[in-house]
């Protein structure tokens, strides 16, 4: 079992024009999207996935990672080490294609499945964060990127940690991480959702850095997107109210965030 290597770059959407092109590219390098249910029972996997998002909103946070994202990361590692294939979990086929396109483009056979290998890494970190452990968060939250590496919303979760440190450029750097791997999410709403998100982010270590003008732009694109963001139009206000009295805004703000 093979995955990618992350964080890149940029993000660059592979796509092809000609159909017919598309698929003999696929078929030449060996790509398959796996069947959601051809080695791990997917509804199975979400329900597990839900066990573990309501103890950890019941703050078991302990609890879900030892008893149920930890088994489930498990099976699915054993299912896939034999591969020898690129494994890529997607959460919509346009996310598929996309890695599918990826891997054939390096040459790579690539294996796509589900997104609940993914979600599960992610949910371990979101746990393993709200249990104090940063270091083991950010493993987890790495290893779902490798595995589903255009996922905004796990770019965010990422960022946001090293944004609690304080790490306000590093922060930066990976929420325009997020933001270009939103731009490929399938569903409107997760799409401006991971979109809001990397732009409060940024917009947040910017205020924080002292670049005013920069993250009142960007808080003002989350409101041109979604005009009742209540996030983005407190802190708009905040960075207002900055400007207009001459305060650089690079002194840290309690009880605030992205």
Request: proline share 5%.
């Amino acid at each position: 079992m093979r995955v990618p290597v992350v964080p890149r770059s940029k993000f660059q959407p592979a796509w092809c024009a000609c159909a017919a092109g598309l698929l003999s590219l696929l078929l030449a390098f060996g790509a398959s999207a796996e069947g959601e249910q051809s080695k791990i029972d997917a509804n199975a996997s979400r329900r597990q996935l839900a066990v573990a998002s309501a103890m950890i909103v019941g703050r078991q946070p302990a609890r879900a990672v030892t008893e149920v994202l930890d088994p489930l990361i498990a099976q699915y590692e054993a299912a896939y080490r034999q591969s020898r294939d690129l494994i890529y979990s997607a959460s919509d086929p346009a996310q598929s294609l996309h890695y599918l396109l990826e891997a054939a483009s390096h040459k790579s056979n690539a294996t796509v499945v589900e997104s609940a290998w993914a979600d599960a890494n992610y949910l371990k970190g979101f746990a393993l964060l709200n249990l104090g452990q940063m270091d083991k968060a950010r493993q987890a939250l790495n290893r779902a990127i490798a595995l589903s590496p255009d996922n905004g919303g796990y770019w965010n979760e990422l960022a946001y940690t090293y944004q609690l440190e304080k790490d306000h450029v590093k922060a930066i750097e990976l929420y325009r991480y997020a933001e270009s791997g939103a731009q490929l999410q399938m569903n409107p709403a997760q799409k401006s959702s991971q979109l809001r998100r990397a732009w409060r982010g940024q917009a947040y270590s910017l205020v924080e850095l002292g670049r005013l003008p920069q993250a009142e732009a960007l808080y003002r694109r989350c409101l041109e997107l979604e005009p009742t963001d209540a996030v983005a139009q407190r802190e708009l206000t905040y960075v207002t109210n900055l400007r207009s009295s001459g305060d650089p805004g690079n002194s840290a703000r309690a009880g605030s965030g992205p």
